[in-house]
């Protein structure tokens, strides 16, 4: 067995003030959720289940240390003396049904955890009469949020009901540093954040001295919305919700969830304005029932924050406080009453600082700031959270999780109401404050009954739609010099991907989308471009990315900026083409075939520099009535992973425009006050980037080597290994036909395979998916150099490795578009059997993730953004134009349900690297709905038989099979 050896993790803001702030019992921070299942299942496989996952979830062997003094904030450090045992039961049930199980879910919510222990319990109920075996799982706020609740749930679960137990003795064992470890003296002030802390004042007076009108003006609007975010309250607007205490009453409601939807996208609304418009409704419903007017609740919702660079644990969430109208009686028009009232607070200045606010009240010795957070909730009737769950079956155990609830804190509120979604079911778990509600069991069912009448009653009123997009971009405004944060720089990894690109060797990456037609065309059977249009430019504010620019810097003394762009088009950027008026390579184009051979020439053509980076093309006039998209985003923009948020963003999770980033908020809006950096800015930004730069770079060293000295040498010791991978001796790619210049054409090719038939091979041979997929690939090589008389050499595959959310939940890039590192994977042509060939490329997998898992790579790159511009330029272009590999392989995570655009059902996606000048040969893949589909992008010329490579893939999965 080995040991991982973790380092104390400081909280952040938020996570810090909800553990401190549980010192008043009426804010207990407990989240509780009941998971009901489709059968018994064994405790001790359960225990054995929980022990396997708590050593690859480091949170779940991690107990809170205190900060020396009360000084600082606390950290999160591995519990030497963990036992599983001491966090699972098995308990009969008192009652009958679902209330057993809520029984135990309310002692939960009751009792304090002990504090020095890992902040987890779960309890098997045994099943009673007329009632489910269940799981309830107590876990402390502080831990974990609700989409990271959801994160953490799915970890714990498995994709199939017969996947087995993992074996203890392939998993690590969790050790705190020994630098660190409970002997160790920690100064009440660490002095690498005293460093860290200079550096930022520093900046912060530059700023300020920099831009004194500007800075004054910044700090007074945020000052007054701050203000306004950590103001208390006042006093509850409920007659009857005043009183608080300790004691909790829970109950369930399921409603279907596509009805749902619907029922709110009917009225152009979002299933978060319906639902908190339903818990309001039901609360008035309560207060009339006593002959008590309500006119208004105040409610506090949680709005996520979780980005792609985020963290993975933790709370990544502003809390959102309005006052909601409880006297309409128009179930739509209090849908859109809802969505004007929960709007207004998502644009406070205060929100983007929100955790560092939290930071400062936790600074506060405890008793004042669990004040402060108690003055802030004590005039809050109520709390609203609505979470996106799993959408696909999962299993604990060997049974189905059949129905899965939540139970958030009422936080000083007199309840809480939680939607959760589990599949097709929305699950709704409601907590009241029993000193609050005198009847609880009637106003949960008050809640129930009202959502169910306000979906039946927006089903059938006449459809209704409130549009809250600009039709027009904002006029931006020139720049007087104020500090523009929306102009992030490019880092160096960004612009090598500029720098690399010739008329011949794009650098953008992207994907072909095959389409239902039908739903994109108009009666005549034209394609609604116009619609199409409007659909993507509504949808952009939500990643602003994509509506920038690039500017460079005058006379390029540093790396560029993103801007927003003054003259934002979106017909230059989303066109339409028919194969009916094309010919494509061999004839006029018809069938898929051609689609594929068009969208191969339109991916050659190079993107405007002029505008922002991106385009979507819409293909029409194939036979069979499809539409074929072609997604192009420059890599400068993003890497593969980031490009998945675009697809997030501009398609839906269901035919009537489920969005999927869709937790309870709404996009951004395009901001008003878009402003233009003049050179005089951009060039006196660059120069004070230049004098701070290696401040940054020496300020993260040396705060790092005194909080935490192993981390240098570890750092050191990763950064060799992945430049001894793409810079040693043993580096350099066997010669190859791959390694060719590259001409003007190109071919796209793709095969799908099934993900459970991946699945089945893993678990038989061992190893990944990705194993998997990178031997049927080799094999699938193997078979097109032996018909090309080729040698058959050990292939180097360069494997992009995702650092956007590393298991220490950080990434190491701090800015930039970029966050990837690469590892390098030697692919055994020479090995004819599969089986054996699976078994070398899992050991050199592993070997290679056991060395640095990509991150040497990524961390070398990363300290490039810190070097002047000769050097910098001259290690980039050895790092990216170096012959170490042969071809790259990258693997992308998708959406494991359907996609939706407008209306258009998506059936499949087929990835697209780009092709590096002397790479004739790149595949991406993608997973989606059930299907891994490998995307093989060539150079026509060096590769005109790339059929010969699919078959041999096809026969090398179905021999593995």
């Not at 002997?183 to 004042?201: C, F, M, Q, Y």
């Not at 909790?248 to 009225?267: I, M, N, S, W």
């Not at 010919?583 to 053509?605: P, R, S, T």
């Amino acid at each position: 067995m080995t040991i991982r050896y973790l380092e104390p993790e400081p909280f952040n803001g938020t996570d810090a003030a909800l553990w401190d702030i549980e010192r008043n019992p009426a804010l207990r921070t407990t989240i509780v959720s009941v998971l009901t299942l489709d059968r018994t299942i064994d405790p001790d496989r359960l225990t054995a289940s929980l022990d396997a996952a708590s050593r690859t979830i480091p949170r779940l062997r991690q107990h809170v240390e205190g900060a020396p003094f009360g000084i600082g904030v606390p950290q999160w450090v591995v519990s030497d003396d963990f036992r599983v045992e001491n966090h699972v039961r098995v308990v009969t049930p008192s009652d009958v049904g679902i209330r057993g199980a809520l029984d135990i879910a309310t002692e939960f919510a009751t009792s304090p955890f002990d504090r020095t222990r890992p902040l987890w319990e779960c309890a098997y109920v045994e099943p009673s009469v007329d009632g489910p075996p269940s799981i309830v799982l107590k876990v402390h706020h502080s831990l974990v949020d609700g989409i990271a609740g959801v994160a953490l749930l799915d970890a714990l679960l498995d994709a199939k009901r017969t996947t087995p137990p993992r074996d203890p003795s392939e998993l690590p064992e969790l050790r705190r540093t020994p630098a660190t470890g409970s002997s160790a003296v920690r100064p009440p002030i660490e002095p690498g954040a005293l460093v860290d802390t200079s550096v930022k004042l520093g900046r912060t007076l530059l700023d300020a001295v920099s831009h004194p009108l500007s800075t004054t003006r910044t700090i007074a609007t945020g000052g007054a919305s701050a203000i306004r975010l950590l103001s208390p309250s006042g006093d509850v607007l409920s007659p009857l919700f005043t009183a608080r205490g300790a004691g909790r009453h829970l109950d369930v409601h399921d409603v279907d969830f596509d009805e749902l939807h619907d029922a709110a996208a009917r009225h152009g609304r979002t299933v978060n304005d319906l639902f908190v418009a339903a818990v309001v409704e039901g609360a008035a419903a309560y207060h009339r029932a006593r002959s008590t007017e309500l006119d208004a609740l105040r409610v506090t919702m949680p709005a996520n924050i979780r980005s792609s660079s985020s963290r993975s644990g933790g709370n990544q969430w502003v809390p959102l406080r309005f006052r909601a109208p409880a006297d309409i009686d128009d179930p739509v028009e209090r849908m859109h009453a809802m969505y004007d009232v929960t709007s207004r607070p998502r644009r406070e200045p205060a929100m983007k600082f929100s955790h560092s606010l939290a930071g400062a009240v936790q600074l506060l010795p405890s008793a004042l700031s669990s004040a402060v957070v108690a003055e802030m909730m004590s005039g809050v009737d109520l709390v609203v959270t609505n979470v996106p769950g799993l959408s696909e079956a999962r299993y604990l155990a060997g049974a189905r999780v059949d129905r899965m609830y939540a139970f958030a804190p009422t936080g000083g509120a007199a309840f809480n109401v939680a939607l959760l979604s589990h599949g097709s079911t929305a699950c709704l778990g409601m907590m009241s404050d029993t000193d609050a509600v005198a009847e609880p069991t009637e106003l949960h069912a008050a809640i129930a009954s009202a959502l169910d009448t306000t979906i039946d009653a927006a089903q059938a009123a006449e459809p209704t739609v409130h549009d809250h997009v600009q039709s027009e971009p904002p006029e931006p405004r020139p720049s007087d010099g104020a500090n523009d944060p929306t102009a992030p720089r490019l880092s160096a990894l960004d612009v090598a991907f500029l720098q690399l690109e010739s008329a011949d060797t794009p650098m953008h990456l992207g994907g072909v989308f095959v389409l239902d037609g039908d739903p994109l065309r108009d009666d005549s059977g034209r394609l609604r471009l116009d619609e199409l249009r409007r659909h993507v430019e509504a949808r952009l504010p939500r990643v602003p990315a994509y509506l920038r620019r690039l500017e460079r810097i005058p006379f390029g003394i540093h790396r560029p900026v993103w801007v927003d762009d003054p003259d934002f088009d979106i017909e230059q950027h989303v066109r339409a083409i028919s194969l009916d008026d094309c010919v494509v390579h061999d004839g006029v184009g018809g069938d898929l075939d051609h689609a594929f051979g068009l969208c191969a020439d339109l991916n050659i053509e190079r993107l405007d520099r002029n505008r922002p980076l991106w385009e979507l093309w819409f293909v029409d006039g194939l036979d069979d009535g499809h539409v074929v998209a072609l997604l192009k985003v420059h890599h400068a923009l993003t890497d593969g992973v980031g490009a998945v948020e675009l697809i997030a963003a501009l398609f839906d999770l269901d035919a009537h425009g489920s969005s999927s980033d869709d937790v309870g908020t709404d996009a951004p809006e395009r901001s008003a006050d878009a402003r233009i950096p003049s050179p005089a800015r951009l060039l006196a930004d660059a120069s004070r980037d230049h004098l701070r730069d290696p401040v940054d770079l020496a300020r993260a060293t040396i705060g790092t080597a005194v909080r935490t000295p192993a981390t240098i040498a570890r750092r050191a010791s990763v950064i060799s290994g992945g430049l001894r991978d793409v810079l040693g001796p043993d580096a350099v790619a066997p010669p190859s036909t791959l390694n060719r210049p590259v001409g003007e054409f190109r071919t796209i090719a793709p095969i799908a395979l099934d993900l459970d038939g991946i699945d089945a091979i893993r678990d038989a041979h061992g190893g990944t998916a990705n194993d998997v997929a990178l031997t049927v690939i080799a094999g699938g090589l193997r078979a097109w150099l032996v018909e090309r008389g080729d040698e058959l050499p050990d292939l180097h595959a360069l494997c992009p490795v995702s650092q956007r959310d590393t298991r220490t939940g950080t990434a190491h890039a701090g800015h930039g578009a970029n966050h990837v590192g690469a590892m390098l994977i030697s692919l055994p042509l020479g090995e004819a059997d599969p089986i054996r060939r699976l078994a070398i490329i899992r050991e050199r997998t592993e070997r290679a993730k056991r060395r640095h898992d990509g991150d040497g790579v990524a961390w070398a790159v990363d300290a490039l953004d810190h070097l002047p511009g000769v050097p910098g330029l001259a290690l980039r272009q050895l790092l990216v134009r170096q012959p170490f590999a042969n071809l790259v392989v990258t693997n992308i995570p998708g959406p494991p349900r359907p996609l939706w655009f407008r209306g258009a059902r998506v059936e499949s996606i087929v990835p697209v690297v780009p092709l590096a000048p002397n790479t004739t040969l790149g595949i991406a893949l993608f997973s989606y709905d059930g299907w891994l589909t490998i995307g093989l992008h060539a150079d026509e010329e060096h590769a005109p038989d790339l059929e010969l490579v699919i078959d041999t893939i096809a026969t090398e999965y179905d021999l593995l099979q």
